[in-house]
């Protein structure tokens, strides 16, 4: 999640992060989105500092995720707002970048990428607001990894995240994923917890992977049980860590990461 005022990236690795911007109204929105997503909560609000309203944000989460094909990534940067495109066609951009995990990889590979929106779809969201499209926005890039459309690189090429109206319901009027089955779910949730929960226990249920997979979070939590009975986590509440059963299958989930990663190349035709 990044502050689209002054481009500050809110990021658990730098521990504490304080983000300040001119006008507060702004800042207690970013503040609001990161609270309603559960990535973050206020630890204390400060008054006026000279010309900021200072408000530090603790606890705060990365957008760290796995997609469906097993590939592990970090939205590193998201440049809000959206902006209409420069060729004249009818699309809204949103540039960003995501990148492999560092576990994952140490190449350091990453993709940038134009998230691009119809007017259609932004009629019917009624804002390209981050409160409102992150989610969207987070599960069309691992869509398009998803389906092989995206190549990371060591090089910078720009490459297309279309948000669709396959990722809406114009009769519910919201936003809906594809529903994946259950298998599909468990896998997601295992290398999840493998990839994300080594140093600490990851959520298993987060609300853009309950999107992502359209199933309630109770029905992912009942998933998450099951995976602890089978000894694959170590789940506390809504957490885990990886399970010895989990550590056994190692090879199987890194040989899937890479998988994915090598479709992308080979269907982008692209080559670092």
């Given at each position: ?61 990365s ?18 707002p ?22 994952a ?62 990722y809406y ?7 809906q ?12 949730i ?7 929960g080594?140093k ?50 190692e090879?199987?989930?890194?040989a ?17």
């Open positions: 999640m990044s502050c689209w005022k002054c481009s500050i990236r809110l990021c658990g690795r730098r521990g504490n992060s304080l983000c300040r911007v001119q006008e507060p109204q702004k800042l207690a929105t970013i503040a609001k989105i990161a609270i309603t997503a559960k990535i973050a909560k206020i630890e204390d609000r400060n008054s006026w500092d000279g010309n900021f309203l200072r408000i530090r944000i603790s606890s705060i989460m957008l760290r995720f796995v997609t469906l094909s097993g590939v592990p990534i970090e939205i590193t940067q998201l440049r809000w959206f902006h209409r495109s420069t060729s004249g066609s009818d699309w809204f951009v949103l540039h960003g970048r995501v990148a492999l995990l560092e576990d990889s140490k190449e350091k590979l990453h993709a940038e990428v134009a998230v691009a929106i119809t007017q259609t779809m932004k009629d019917a969201l009624g804002s390209l607001e981050p409160q409102m499209v992150e989610g969207m926005v987070v599960n069309a890039i691992r869509k398009t990894i998803d389906n092989g459309q995206l190549a990371f690189l060591k090089s910078g090429k720009l490459q297309p995240v279309h948000v669709t109206s396959r319901s114009f009769l519910l009027k919201k936003v994923f594809p529903t994946q089955s259950e298998q599909e779910a468990l896998e997601l295992k290398r999840r917890v493998f990839w994300l080594q600490e226990p990851v959520d298993v249920a987060p609300q853009y992977d309950c999107e992502y997979v359209n199933l309630s979070p109770e029905k992912m939590l009942e998933l998450a049980r099951q995976l602890a009975k089978e000894g694959m986590i170590l789940l506390e509440g809504g957490s885990a860590q990886p399970g010895d059963g989990l550590r056994k299958e090879a199987s989930i890194r899937a990461m890479q998988k994915g990663v090598d479709a992308g190349i080979a269907a982008t035709k692209v080559s670092a």
